[in-house]
């Protein structure tokens, strides 16, 4: 099972809203990412979690901030975006130092 | 900062025509993926590779690691329509598992 399930598939929000984006998997990876990406782009690094704990951070605005309640799930919690931040948000997994299996993204549009 | 530059950016093609995208750089990776994306669906992981000159086949794609591992290719022989989509190589370094990503191929077969 190489499965990465991502909610929700779709999210509309306004800029004074308050969301979080869910991400999960059970293959025993204990490394969590969460990517940006844009149109015809290659998605972007945001952060970077290792056995639950932070470890990476790409100087992503505060309005994003990342959560990692145990090892199987990984929330990304939204609040004040601008409509710029409107993307394909993707999760990804993998064993530290191997192979990131991506899931199927929420597609964020901020009003 | 590792770069990896990815050609061409933009292939249509017709059906049963053969193609290959490149994945150049001046920086030896570890490892290369390549990922195929459709629409609004997360990258799916297709092949790693991570022996200098190693090939891999998967069915009608066959893949390729520069003897330095530098660069890689992706061949596809006899493309169909359910070959469309964009095509990302991402090269990993050590650590924590972060990945390079070239800028991507969108490939368009038609019928």
């Known amino acids: 099972d190489t499965e990465v399930t991502q909610t929700p598939k779709h999210l509309v929000m306004g800029m004074t809203n308050k969301k979080s984006l869910k991400c999960e998997q059970h293959?025993?990876?204990?490394?969590m990412y969460w990517y940006k990406q844009k149109a015809k782009k290659p998605p972007e690094l945001m952060f970077v979690?290792?056995?639950?704990?932070?470890?990476i951070n790409e100087s992503v605005p505060s309005r994003f901030s990342p959560e990692c309640p145990n090892s199987s799930l990984l929330n990304l919690h939204l609040h004040a975006l601008q409509p710029e931040d409107s993307a394909l948000y993707l999760c990804?997994?993998?064993?530290?130092?191997?192979?990131?299996?991506f899931g199927p993204g929420t597609r964020l549009t901020v009003t | 900062t590792q770069l990896l530059e990815q050609s061409p950016q933009f292939l249509s093609i017709q059906e049963g025509e053969n193609l290959t995208v490149y994945c150049n750089s001046s920086?030896?990776?570890?490892?290369l993926q390549w990922y195929r994306q459709e629409p609004g669906e997360g990258p799916v992981l297709l092949v790693t590779?991570?022996?200098?000159?190693e090939v891999k086949k998967l069915k009608r794609l066959t893949f390729q690691f520069g003897d330095a591992r530098k660069d890689s290719s992706l061949h596809i022989t006899a493309a169909q329509p359910g070959d469309t989509g964009l095509y990302l190589c991402a090269g990993g370094g050590s650590g924590y598992s972060t990945l390079t990503f070239g800028k991507g191929t969108m490939l368009l077969v038609s019928p």
């Open positions: 590779v991570v022996t200098g000159g």
């Open positions: 293959m025993g990876h204990r490394a």
């Open positions: 920086s030896v990776f570890s490892s």
């Open positions: 990804a997994s993998s064993h530290p130092g191997g192979l990131q299996y």
């Open positions: 979690y290792s056995y639950e704990k932070l470890s």
